[in-house]
């Protein structure tokens, strides 16, 4: 290293000048060659390196043309140590600033493209012509109806309050039970019975898609239920019973 230390500081004399690579950027003033052996030379090179916290360097203050012509003293040269810690300190806080923002920007984005994933696939599922239903995989609510569409509703007569009270297995015919366990896993497909309100079976077509979280894994189940039977609703009269379950509906 052909710079002298100086404290926190590099000095480069202009008799060494000839060690700076071409490629490197600096200024050299128009002052008056040095007399005495204090005296400033234009080509001198006095650098102050500027750090991070971790000891990354920042970026590095040059002195090209001190006012008074002269070398700087020790007073000079603490007092260039110390602006060189602040500008530090700054330029640190200046880039933390600009990582945060980048970090919540980015945040941002994946938020919204989160909400909009979330509201594309609710109004899929809402809207979906075939019946869906959301059912629990784990604890204590395990089997358990957790979220039906309108179609799943209208396929089973049933409103979507009621069907959340019970297991996806509860409204299966007793002699499709064994199918349905055998068909409750990702891809599984069944074709079995499923319970009306008003007594009646409907035959339908089961197909299964484990909904996964990201850090939990497999958390719920998703069934699409198509109607496969031509079902005809059996007349029944209409008393006050039925009418508050169809209000209710």
């Not at 040059?62 to 603490?78: F, I, M």
């Not at 923002?101 to 945040?107: D, F, K, S, T």
């Not at 799943?152 to 009270?165: D, K, S, T, V």
């Amino acid at each position: 290293m052909l710079s002298d230390y100086w404290g926190a500081l590099r000095f480069l004399p202009y008799d060494r000048g000839w060690a700076v690579a071409s490629d490197i950027p600096r200024w050299i003033g128009d002052r008056p060659l040095p007399v005495q052996a204090d005296d400033w030379h234009p080509a001198d090179w006095l650098l102050a390196p500027m750090y991070s916290a971790g000891g990354d360097l920042l970026g590095v203050l040059s002195v090209d043309r001190p006012h008074n012509g002269k070398r700087p003293d020790t007073s000079s040269l603490q007092a260039l140590e110390r602006f060189a810690a602040q500008a530090s300190i700054a330029i640190g806080n200046a880039r933390l600033r600009a990582e945060q923002q980048r970090v919540l920007a980015r945040l941002e984005k994946e938020q919204q493209e989160l909400r909009a994933s979330e509201e594309g696939f609710r109004q899929a599922f809402e809207y979906a012509p075939s019946g869906m239903a959301i059912t629990e995989l784990h604890g204590t609510e395990r089997g358990q109806l957790i979220r039906v569409n309108d179609a799943f509703c209208r396929l089973l007569g049933r409103p979507r309050a009621m069907l959340r009270q019970h297991s996806f297995a509860e409204f299966v015919h007793p002699d499709d039970q064994a199918l349905l366990e055998r068909t409750s896993f990702e891809g599984g497909r069944a074709e079995l019975r499923l319970s009306r309100r008003d007594g009646g079976y409907q035959r339908v077509r089961l197909r299964n898609s484990v909904v996964a979280d990201a850090a939990e894994g497999p958390s719920f189940l998703l069934t699409i239920v198509d109607d496969i039977s031509d079902y005809t609703h059996p007349a029944q009269p209409l008393g006050r019973q039925n009418l508050e379950e169809l209000l209710e509906y």
